[in-house]
Every structure is written in C-alpha cells, then in structure tokens.
C-alpha cells in the first residue's frame, strides 16, 4: 500500500510539473525568430524577413524582396561603402604627407637653432 502511494504521489508530480515549468512571456505564442531574420511591422502585420531585408508595396500586396533583389541592392551598399572609404583613406594619407613634411620641416629649425 504504501508502494501505490509513493508511485501515485510520484507520478502526480511528473504531470504536475511541466505545467509550473512552462512561463507566459510577453511574445509567448508568437513565432520564433530564426537566427539571421528580423521582424518588420507593416500596419498590422509582422513580417519575419532576412536581416536588412525590405518590403515593397506592389498593387495592394507587399511583398518581400526575393533574394537576388536582396543580394544585388547589398552589393550595391558595399560597393557604395567602399568607395567612401577609399575616398577618406585618400584624404586622410594626403593629410599625413602634410604633417609628415610639417614635422620634417620643424626638426629641420630645430637643428639650425
């Protein structure tokens, strides 16, 4: 008898117990977010898309770029990126060339002195 009792208080436990384990969040019943996609909210609607992804309205649809409009508008962004970092890079060894020569030049007053 006391077998029975130890077994059914056991097993009450055990079926008892995922319901306290489980825990209501604020986004609990919403759709997990892969890794690498991000949620857009359109009106009303979330959209879960590819990070840095657009929606565009076509007619009284939105759609979600597919991915060669995706890789093609993120190359064009680096491209982009890139050429304004050669065009600092540019200015920024002319600067240096000029406090280079400027650092010569006061050395060289500096030893005449």
Excluded: H, W
């Amino acid at each position: 008898m006391k077998k029975i009792i130890i077994i059914l208080s056991f097993m009450c436990i055990l079926s008892i117990s995922p319901a306290y384990g489980e825990e209501e969040g604020p986004d609990s019943g919403d759709v997990i977010i892969p890794p690498g996609m991000e949620v857009i909210k359109e009106g009303d609607v979330n959209v879960v898309v590819p990070k840095g992804g657009q929606l565009r309205k076509q007619d009284s649809v939105m759609l979600i770029e597919t991915a060669d409009e995706y890789a093609s508008r993120k190359f064009a962004d680096t491209d982009d990126r890139f050429e304004k970092i050669e065009k600092e890079l540019e200015t920024q060894k002319k600067e240096l060339g000029d406090l280079k020569g400027a650092v010569k030049k006061l050395e060289e007053d500096g030893r005449k002195k």
